[in-house]
């Protein structure tokens, strides 16, 4: 861009040669807690405002100097893409990780005051402009970064990454936890630097104890209900395939949110996304796209272009473009044949062979169950079986079903939504069970129980898949 441009823009400041300093030191948080952070500042003359600046957050278990998703670190991400572009930038290992003291909430009250201030430390410098904030954050890091914007952290722009929106949704859909997720969530944390109550209340949960209270913790650390308020210019950047926080996480934010906002759906996020390193240019491009429209106000178009972008996959380099959510298409499968489920059980239903298909939306498996001796929960597993006979994992969902009586009743289970591309002539299945371990030992989703004398008959299920009407992928 010629420097006229950049001179009516109010973008004077001379770091284009990319020189920049690195500080590294402690901040002192108002409880007592030193937060570890790095502070990257650009060298030469800012504008007449100050340096615009970003704050990056780091996933679960990680520090700034780690990488999530076998992609740079928070510190590489800033030394090489923001910093030398003219942008001062904040990264930190967040409470109980890394250099960092304190305890761990998960993301609670305590991290969001952290947040503001260190939002307040970072613009406390004179040469920062702190009306021109942003924010950058993946998974863990993503779902402060929406809760601090949703809470009233004046960033002025954020990119949140392969995170939650409803963190309830995420790990405990229907009253039922996602034991196997919330698990290995679990143990990337030592258990000796949890807050006080956290880990027993993570233990009950899996045991399926004390469940409801396991959801209002996450119900507070989810800013879905607040999204509606929300004017900050968003870029979502959510894995198509990531059995840890849906698609849906991200579409339901993009439908609620009324300021500016962008959506790239990807290969990105945490099992079974590929995270391809051939990808990262690509949406790491557009984030500092959309934080050099919204924090340096360089009109690049990318608040012009349809709003919804979906990469194919396996990753090409082909995406395309939507001016809104995309339109589907709905399957319906019905199978009336009966059957009987004892412990954790097992019955499969298997469709027709069908066309090409790529799902898109939150399949629903509509099952009709009566038992005497209340059956505790059902798990429903959809798989794909290749015109080669190799099975693929689309998405899985369950729900707690403790009242359960006698007389048959039907009960609604959506499962995740994942954007699966299926080949032509291939066969869907469903899989009933108590636990997603009865459609293979290795999908560890849903690791709960229920006693070997419980017993439940199915009757009628119908499964509603929902599918792009034009795929995206190969």
């Not at 939650?164 to 630097?193: C, K, M, N, S, Y």
């Not at 997603?436 to 709960?448: H, I, K, M, R």
Request: glycine share 10%; proline share 8%; aromatic share 8%.
């Amino acid at each position: 861009m010629c420097a006229a441009l950049l001179t009516s823009l109010g973008w004077t400041g001379s770091a284009a040669a990319g020189g920049f300093t690195q500080t590294e030191t402690k901040v002192t948080m108002s409880d007592g807690a030193r937060i570890a952070v790095s502070f990257f500042e650009p060298t030469g003359t800012p504008p007449a405002g100050g340096w615009p600046a970003v704050m990056l957050f780091h996933g679960l278990g990680k520090t700034r100097n780690d990488a999530d998703f076998d992609l740079p670190t928070m510190n590489q991400e800033a030394a090489t893409s923001l910093a030398p572009n003219g942008y001062a930038v904040l990264t930190f290992d967040a409470r109980a990780h890394g250099e960092s003291e304190g305890l761990f909430s998960l993301d609670g009250p305590r991290e969001l005051a952290d947040t503001r201030e260190l939002f307040d430390w970072l613009t406390s410098h004179p040469e920062i402009d702190g009306k021109h904030v942003g924010a950058f954050g993946v998974s863990y890091g993503g779902g402060m970064t929406w809760l601090a914007a949703a809470a009233g952290v004046p960033f002025a722009a954020i990119v949140p990454a392969a995170t939650w929106t409803d963190l309830r949704q995420a790990l405990a859909p229907d009253g039922l936890v996602r034991a196997g997720i919330v698990l290995g969530f679990a143990q990337d944390i030592p258990a000796e630097r949890y807050a006080p109550g956290l880990r027993s209340l993570l233990s009950d949960a899996f045991a399926g104890r004390n469940v409801p209270a396991l959801r209002d913790l996450l119900a507070v650390r989810s800013a879905a209900p607040r999204l509606g308020r929300l004017r900050i210019p968003t870029l979502m950047l959510q894995g198509r395939r990531d059995f840890a926080f849906d698609a849906d996480q991200a579409l339901v934010a993009f439908r609620r949110l009324r300021g500016p906002k962008r959506l790239y759906l990807g290969d990105l996020g945490h099992t079974p996304a590929a995270n391809p390193l051939a990808e990262f240019p690509h949406y790491e491009g557009e984030a500092r796209a959309w934080f050099d429209r919204f924090l340096k106000g360089v009109p690049n178009g990318i608040d012009k272009r349809p709003p919804i972008e979906i990469a194919a996959d396996p990753w090409t380099g082909r995406t395309i473009s939507f001016g809104t959510v995309p339109p589907t298409r709905r399957l319906r499968f019905d199978f009336a044949a009966h059957g009987v489920l004892t412990g954790p059980g097992r019955l499969v239903r298997t469709t027709r062979r069908i066309g090409r298909v790529e799902t898109f939306g939150s399949p629903t498996a509509r099952v009709t169950l009566s038992s005497r001796a209340g059956y505790q929960h059902l798990v429903v597993v959809l798989s794909a079986i290749r015109p080669n006979g190799t099975e693929l994992l689309i998405a899985d969902g369950g729900a707690a079903t403790a009242d359960l009586g006698p007389k048959p009743r039907t009960v609604t289970i959506r499962l995740a939504d994942e954007l699966t591309p299926i080949p032509a002539g291939s066969r869907l299945r469903l899989t009933i069970g108590a636990r997603s371990t009865v459609q293979n030992l290795a999908n560890l989703v849903y690791l709960n129980t229920v006693p070997d004398t419980s017993r439940a008959t199915i009757g009628r299920v119908v499964l509603s898949v929902s599918a792009l009407r034009h795929p995206v992928s190969p």
